[in-house]
């Protein structure tokens, strides 16, 4: 019987990886060499990609072809497009759209696990706007290729112009998510390839792990918080109801982080600069009034588990400020972490062996089978 540590695989170590450590004690994220906090509020998300691919920063010239690259990716296969519109009429959710979306990918192509890892993340936020539109009653936006990734995202769902500090903060929040250990979507992702599998369904798998409420779904429930919350001094009572019902409150404790999660302080410094400069600045405030008291309730009621701020609380904050509907904060969050997924994914290919944990088998035994009661008529 695995101990109670173990179960939930806590604290196994089930892959090596060059991608990305997560210091749980320490807070510390590096990927691939680099502080988060280092690299992720500076770089391109195109320069993160060939970090994360190729195992180092692209020169100029690498950067250039891989961003050209990317770009000539955008357009949506007929079969994708022709699916969207069906899922939209159908006003399935958004995660729903994308993971069918994702699978059709395999469409008419040959399998490579290089070109289908470019794909993929060229084609995500195509994927996202254009559902979006059509629930919307609009029609998807032509791709354009002269916009870096970040602003395509942005264009993609909303069309027009594109502000300059709109666009850095996406892309701050995109490089600080786009990998994290082996958390539960990229285990998946690793564990479909290790059969020698391909990226699209490994990827397809990865999207449905990500869309549960413990893992991706968070910060639109975090976000419904702030508000029913409403004001600061309501803060208390509203956290402590949430409590006593049982209910989690969404954005906060992590399975690895003991303390606060270092992309928490990524996305709140991005968040503070972006409403600074615009945005509802009341929220801001109310939401850093509701995280204050989350933190203090939480560790009076678990003072022997620190349940600190997780990265969903100021994703929340982050995407509601750059304009993105609650609805697409779980799919603005695959858009990123489909990074990390493929690149795990062509480690694990390079480098690794099939996953196969064993279960500890906790039901009955020697049982006779009796033809009466297998089918009693
Ligand atoms: N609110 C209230 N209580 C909590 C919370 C929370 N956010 N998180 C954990 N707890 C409690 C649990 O109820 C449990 O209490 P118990 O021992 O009395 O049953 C105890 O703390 C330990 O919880 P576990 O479920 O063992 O912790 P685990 O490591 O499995 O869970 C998780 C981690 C899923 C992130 C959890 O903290 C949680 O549900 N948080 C809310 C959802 C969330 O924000 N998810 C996003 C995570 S970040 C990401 O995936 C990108």
Known sequence: ?????????????????????????????????????????????????????????????????????????????????????????????????????????????????DEDARTLV????????????????????????????AEYCLHQMFGGPIGKEQARGLETYLNTVCDHGLNASTFVARVIV?????????VTGAVGALKGPLHGGAPGPALDM???????????????????????????GHRVYRVRDPRADVLAAAAERFYATGGDRELYTLARAVEKVAVRVLAERKPE???????????????????????????????????????HCLEQLRDGRLIRPKSDYIG????RFESSTANPN
Do not use: C
């Not at 004001?231 to 409150?249: D, F």
């Open 1 to 113: 019987m695995p101990t109670k540590g173990q179960s939930g695989l806590q604290d196994v170590i089930a892959a090596s990886t060059r991608l990305s450590r997560v210091d749980g004690e320490a807070g510390r994220l590096i990927l691939a060499g680099y502080a988060v906090e280092e690299i992720a509020p500076r770089a391109e998300f195109e320069q993160i990609a060939h970090l994360l691919w190729y195992g180092r920063l692209p020169d100029s010239r690498e950067l250039t072809e891989l961003t050209a690259d990317l770009s000539s990716r955008r357009r949506l296969p007929p079969p994708t497009l022709a699916l969207l519109r069906e899922a939209a009429r159908n006003s399935v959710p958004a995660m729903d759209a994308l993971r069918m979306a994702a699978a059709t990918l395999s469409m008419g192509r040959p399998e490579s696990p």
């Open 226 to 252: 702030v508000f029913e919350i409403g004001r600061p001094e309501r803060a208390g009572e509203v956290i402590l109801s949430k409590l006593a019902r049982g209910e989690r409150l969404m954005g906060f």
């Open 122 to 149: 060229a084609l995500f936020p195509t994927i996202v706007g254009a559902f979006w539109r059509l629930r919307n009653g609009q029609e998807p936006l032509e791709p354009r290729t002269d916009l870096s990734h």
């Open 194 to 202: 290790s059969t020698r599998s391909d990226l699209i369904s490994a």
């Open 364 to 367: 009955p035994l020697g049982l």
């Open 305 to 343: 588990r620190r349940l600190d701020t997780n990265v969903e609380f100021y994703t929340a904050l982050l995407l509601h400020g750059l304009g993105i509907p609650k609805e697409l904060f779980s799919p603005t969050f695959s858009i990123a972490r489909v990074l990390g997924w493929t690149a």
